[in-house]
């Protein structure tokens, strides 16, 4: 995608955030294209991916599949009814995982999601990029919450939040299921909008780009 500056005049605040340059990586709306290069990392970390994501029991599917799925996140993101990125190397050439800002939670708020790819892990990617689609949401989408939810047994995704400054709000029981389908508890984790400046998320380094590929300025 070619970026630039907005014109002018013209109008900045063009909402969602299509592109998002951390200071490692390149979080990005899917594109069809992309399936062949997901599909990759997704089997490099069947095993792990297995352990904590309900999803990855119908995993690997084939590359149509994926081409389906793809296109229909893409569809989903135009329509402004989720938000599904990919996470890039910077040079775009590899799927180092993935994440979101969701609508499930409903109100004034969004919920980040995020796996990483298996060799990836412990490098504090998964921080990077939530602090990065925090400050997206709060700045771009203009939201009063921001929330991230997991499985408590998950210890490195529930360090991501905690080193946010997010709170703990809940521990549902039996609200969620595992891999199998059995039922599990679910953390619940809140930032609020006036609460911000206190985190360290206000220090996220990141530059976004709209669907025309001019940037959209931070606060």
Not at 23 to 38: F, G, K, M, N, S
Not at 60 to 84: G, H, M, N
Not at 107 to 131: F, H, P, Q, V
Request: overall charge negative; aromatic content about 8%; some cysteine.
């Amino acid at each position: 995608m070619t970026t630039a500056n907005a014109p002018e005049g013209s109008v900045t605040d063009r909402c969602p955030a299509y592109r998002v340059e951390t200071e490692r990586t390149v979080v990005r709306c899917w594109q069809p294209d992309d399936a062949d290069i997901l599909l990759q990392a997704i089997s490099q970390s069947i095993d792990h991916l297995r352990a904590w994501m309900p999803w990855a029991a119908n995993e690997p599917s084939t590359l149509d599949e994926k081409i389906a799925l793809l296109r229909r996140w893409r569809a989903e993101f135009d329509l402004d009814q989720d938000y599904v990125y990919g996470i890039f190397s910077p040079d775009e050439k590899e799927v180092w995982g993935g994440s979101g800002l969701h609508k499930r939670v409903g109100g004034d708020a969004l919920e980040i999601g995020y796996w990483i790819r298996a060799d990836m892990i412990n490098k504090g990617l998964a921080t990077e990029i939530s602090a990065a689609l925090t400050s997206v949401a709060f700045s771009v989408h203009k939201v009063d919450r921001v929330e991230i939810h997991c499985d408590p047994a998950n210890v490195r995704s529930a360090s991501v939040p905690r080193k946010l400054g997010f709170v703990q709000e809940a521990l549902l029981r039996r609200r969620n299921v595992d891999v199998t389908g059995s039922p599990i508890d679910s953390m619940i984790w809140s930032l609020f909008r006036d609460r911000l400046a206190m985190t360290p998320v206000a220090d996220a380094q990141l530059t976004a780009y709209d669907v025309v590929g001019c940037e959209i300025p931070q606060p």
